[in-house]
């Protein structure tokens, strides 16, 4: 899908959530049956009624209106915008980008600002470089996509850390980074699934992960109904997304339950 530049305008697009009659530009899965939604632009903002206008200026800003000029949602570009260009890529980033310029170099991209989904490409973590954050936040529920109280970040020290919080509270640690793996989450080994890597330089630091085989559709998610973080595989022939793997795993996976220097055993009596 590409959008031209130039004010040029486009009705905004509807995504059925739930028995939410809110509208909202949005973007899912093609080819899968179920419709499963990846990235929410203006989560917090839902277009009440049927006249949301997305525009796409010659500054290099998106908007996303009413029938009043009202605005609802922007991005704009850090760069200098020359006729841009949005467009949907195949892998789920929707970017805006120079018409006649390196393809690769983006004005904007949706990549950047993740909902509750981290996809293949996404990076989950800093660029030092501009300041910003990518991080995942639960929706409230499944008919509302704003930010619920979950979310996954990367906590920025000595040793940077993987952490989930529950509102302000630091509710699950998947830890530090050792070389291998992060050391709170033993379910990231080696699988027939995923490769995952973390990158920490001066420039970026983040997590992000690949895939071994190219056939497989899998996304990992933040959810505020089970309080957990999930990674699930589309099977096609189910049709349907399996989950491969969550966390907390148990109890015992609550940051700090012990206190600093305490063991927890799930099988215990306490457990501490």
Avoid at 124 to 131: E, Q
Avoid at 135 to 157: A, C, F, V
Avoid at 233 to 253: G, T
Wanted: glycine content about 6%; overall charge positive; some cysteine.
């Amino acid at each position: 899908m590409t959008f031209a530049s130039g004010l040029i305008m486009r009705k905004l697009l509807r995504i059925e959530i739930g028995s939410s009659r809110n509208r909202y530009l949005g973007i899912w899965y093609k080819n899968i049956p179920i419709q499963t939604v990846v990235w929410v632009a203006n989560r917090q903002n839902p277009v009440k009624d049927l006249s949301g206008i997305l525009s796409i200026h010659n500054s290099g800003a998106l908007v996303i209106s009413n029938g009043t000029d009202h605005v609802i949602w922007s991005a704009t570009s850090t760069r200098i915008a020359q006729d841009p260009l949005l467009q949907l890529l195949d892998s789920g980033n929707l970017v805006l980008r120079n018409r006649n310029g390196n393809s690769d170099i983006y004005l904007w991209q949706s990549f950047d600002y993740p909902p509750d989904t981290l996809l293949l490409g996404m990076k989950l973590g800093w660029d030092l470089r501009t300041n910003l954050s990518r991080e995942i936040s639960s929706w409230k529920s499944p008919d509302d996509p704003s930010p619920g109280e979950l979310s996954n970040s990367i906590e920025l020290n000595e040793y940077p850390q993987d952490v989930i919080f529950k509102g302000r509270r630091k509710y699950s640690r998947v830890g530090h980074w050792n070389g291998l793996r992060l050391t709170g989450a033993p379910e990231l080994k080696t699988n027939p699934v995923f490769d995952f890597k973390f990158i920490s330089n001066q420039d970026e630091v983040y997590y992000a992960y690949q895939l071994l085989d190219k056939a497989v559709i899998t996304r990992f998610i933040m959810n505020d109904t089970t309080s957990s973080s999930q990674r699930y595989v589309w099977v096609k022939s189910e049709n349907s997304w399996k989950l491969y793997a969550s966390a907390p795993r148990d109890y015992c996976d609550n940051y700090g339950l012990c206190g600093a220097n305490g063991i927890c055993v799930i099988t215990g009596s306490p457990v501490c």
